[in-house]
């Protein structure tokens, strides 16, 4: 099969076995991989696959099953799916665990269904699960035009949060308002900690989803309310950041993060339980949807990275495999 592999950090198109199955697992043909930020990261050496997980990147696909396990129940060969993987998405043909799979939303095509899992997981488990949100309180979502930005405002907005967003541009903030954030700030103009303080009448937020870190972990802390919880999901603007701690004890400030990909199957597939049964029907109804800003083919993904590095998306970017 042809697949992408990793050389001296860069992108290269290369043929691989196809791989085998476990009993629990079933073989997708791969119509569609999304990329994610952990791709930009695990090409760079930052960010290696877990033990027995495939080293060819991908964490996201749509497609066909073609094959499957032994003790898989619940998946038909020919059955389309998207799904979850901890590896192996840019490919002609992955591997994944049966549960971790969730059926194509009625009217998607391919690209749309491969622009979910990853982002909506992501969402579903650190915004819901670990952060509580709850409807009538308020979230500031960082980063809000990227994938996990425009699929957090569209949840937030669907349970009934008010979402504040932070963005880079006029244009991406005019996008996350279309979406459903009730304020979007452009950090390159304005200060979010100030704008933040203004607009909620020095109260603050109740739930607050980054992935910049660095310098933005002490000014997130001027922007919660009393009983806040701060959500870290990655680290672009980098690992080390100093913090008074007294708001903290104050506010009784709760701080959390995590990382999906490493989790084991058992947690992931309690959340595609949630999402089938939460935001499925969302989808299926169109009152939320996958903002996609273009696709490439397989053999382009070292131009599919180095859009998502320019930060010039607006929304998720996928690769396309021809049939």
Known sequence: MRAIEIIEQSLQLTDRPIPEISETEVLIKVSAAGINRPDIMQRKGLYPAPEGASDIPGLEVSGTVIKVGSHVTQLNVGEQVCALCTGGGYAEFCAVNANLCLPIPKGFNFIQAAALPETFFTVWSNVFDRGQLKSNESILIHGGSSGIGTTAIQLAKAFGAKVYVTAGSDEKCN?????????????????????????????????????????????????????????????????????????????????????????????????????????????????????????????????????????????????????
């Open 175 to 323: 996008f996350c308002k279309k979406l459903g954030a009730y304020v979007s700030i452009n950090y390159k103009k304005n200060d979010f900690v100030t704008e933040i303080k203004r607009l909620t009448q020095d109260q603050g937020v109740d739930v607050i989803l980054d992935m910049i870190g660095g310098d933005y972990f002490p000014r997130n802390l001027k922007c919660m309310n009393f009983d806040g919880r701060l959500i870290q999901i990655a680290l672009q603007n980098g690992i080390k950041s100093e913090i008074n701690l007294l708001p903290v004890m104050l506010k009784r400030l709760t701080i959390t993060g995590s990382t999906l990909r490493a989790r084991d199957n058992a947690f992931k597939e309690d959340i595609a339980t949630q999402l089938l049964n939460n935001v499925w029907p969302l989808l299926e109804s169109a009152k939320i949807k996958p903002i996609i800003h273009t696709s490439f083919p397989l053999h382009q993904a070292d131009k599919a990275h180095q859009l998502m590095e320019s930060s010039q998306h607006i929304g998720k970017i996928i690769l396309t495999l021809s049939s």
